[in-house]
């Protein structure tokens, strides 16, 4: 059975090829683990160069880095052009941060120095996600080449045709063969390749996902693993302009139609006039919010999701809450003449219903209402995931307050809960990942420190109690 990708708008065939077997899977890592050797000794500058030839390849060619992305997984093409941005962007925050953070450095002792040094693992699994196929593995790739680590990296699924181009663009820039190779497919690939003898496993996707690999890898205490997972995210709407409010709540709930792990998922709002007030806001701009395929004519906010299979998953979801007790403020629907992969934006209204802590990847948002602060603080905090989380309110106190007591690792004011730096670590606690966040800090997971203590000459050292 062939591996096929497909343009969720239209349905049009994208890419197919064969899926990669155990055979398959165990030649990659032979492979890349005889590449590592020469290519953790090649000098870090010449790593750097080639990383730069593949930033200069990513620029040539963004258009069409970013056309692909968007027939993949119908994201907008501002979107995708914004994806490619922040993928040739990468290359240099992540030089900075190997040189900060993973660098050289020594210092003189009285019988010589002690150096502190940085040694690659070995050889890096990187699965990659969907909803950015192509940031978020580069943001792995990339600090684990500049390390020296050879890497191995599988696509979604979802999205082979850009992972085959992003290792095209690597082997053009320079990059010796067995150092980055590809292999594609499924869940059964992506287990075949964890099973082999790799050295790192870096992952962004979901927490069910997680959850299996943590359990996969618990007693192969040699495997360094990275998780950058999903969340369950609050935003807190206290207060100011209720359209300025919510402006914001649209672009973290709905931006990339839903489908950002940053995306927030929760509005907790107070009860009384204000918040009455906002929800108006959010709901009005919500229903009105403009769908369309990435290459329509005109602008608008949201796309399809990746598949209509991920669809009928949020659907279903969807449903489940309404079931529980979940008030729809605002339904979904598939708007006229679009497919099912279509779906616009849901508003439910859950105050004072148990719901399950779960990600809903798609453009659904459940608000809770709250009579003060310390109940918005509280029930922000009612998850098992720490990823993203926002207060939009003009009153700093609040604010520092908000910053000192919420459990997450992306925590933004009077900015969408989706707002993040490529030169700032991005990561989560509890179901959101491992302790080992991304994005600027992607350099601590991808070498290990060595500490040497070092003299040029062997000594004679005095031994107590045997004289000189």
């Not at 935003?235 to 914001?248: K, N, Q, R, T």
């Not at 769908?291 to 489940?320: C, H, K, N, Q, Y």
Request: charged letters at 20%.
């Amino acid at each position: 059975m062939m591996l096929r990708s497909i343009d969720p708008a239209d349905g049009a065939l994208l890419w197919e090829g064969p899926h990669d077997d155990v055979g398959g899977c165990e030649a990659a890592v032979a492979h890349a683990r005889q590449s590592f050797a020469g290519w953790s000794r090649t000098p870090l500058a010449e790593r750097v160069a080639i990383a730069r030839r593949y930033a200069a390849l990513l620029k040539e060619q963004a258009d069409e880095v970013a056309r692909l992305i968007s027939r993949e997984t119908g994201k907008l093409l501002w979107d995708s052009r914004g994806e490619v941005a922040a993928m040739i962007g990468k290359v240099e925050i992540s030089i900075a941060a190997q040189a900060e953070r993973a660098g050289f450095r020594e210092q003189d002792m009285p019988f010589g120095r002690a150096v502190l040094r940085h040694r690659p693992h070995g050889v890096m699994a990187v699965l990659g996600p969907y909803n950015f196929p192509a940031h978020l593995p580069n943001g792995h790739i990339v600090p684990a080449l500049l390390a020296g680590n050879t890497v191995i990296f599988k696509p979604s699924e979802e999205t082979p045709a850009i992972g085959a181009l992003m290792a095209g663009l690597w082997s053009d820039a320079g990059l010796p063969p067995g150092v980055l190779q590809l292999v594609q497919g499924a869940r059964e690939t992506g287990a075949a390749l964890i099973g082999g003898d790799i050295d790192g496993l870096l992952f962004t996707g979901s927490a069910a996902a997680g959850r299996h690999f943590r359990h996969a890898l618990v007693d192969r205490p040699k495997v360094i693993l990275a998780l950058e997972l999903g969340g369950n995210n609050p935003l807190i709407a206290w207060d100011g302009a209720p359209e300025a409010v919510a402006s914001h709540v649209i672009h973290s709930a709905f931006l990339t139609t839903g489908q950002r792990c940053s995306c927030a998922r929760r509005l907790i709002l107070p009860e009384g006039a204000q918040g009455d007030r906002i929800l108006s806001a959010v709901e009005a701009r919500a229903a009105a919010l403009p769908i369309g395929a990435w290459d329509d004519a005109g602008e608008a906010f949201m796309g399809p999701l990746v598949s209509a299979r991920a669809a009928a998953t949020a659907r279903r979801a969807l449903a489940a809450l309404v079931e529980a007790g979940a008030r729809t403020l605002l339904p979904a629907h598939v708007p006229a003449g679009r497919n099912d992969a279509f779906m616009s934006a849901a508003l439910l209204d859950v105050t004072g219903v148990a719901m399950p802590d779960a990600e809903i990847f798609a453009p659904v948002l459940q608000v809770v209402r709250v009579p003060d602060f310390d109940a918005a603080i509280q029930v922000a905090n009612a998850t098992a995931f720490g990823l993203s989380a926002g207060l939009l309110s003009q009153d700093e106190t609040l604010w520092q307050r908000f910053s000192t007591e919420i459990r997450a690792g992306v925590v933004n004011w009077n900015r969408p809960t989706t707002g993040a730096s490529s030169a700032m670590p991005f990561g989560g606690l509890g179901e959101s990942g491992n302790h080992r966040p991304s994005a600027y800090y992607a350099a601590d997971y991808c070498a290990f420190p060595a500490a040497s203590f070092e003299a040029a000459t062997v000594e004679a050292l005095p031994i107590p109690g045997m004289g000189p």
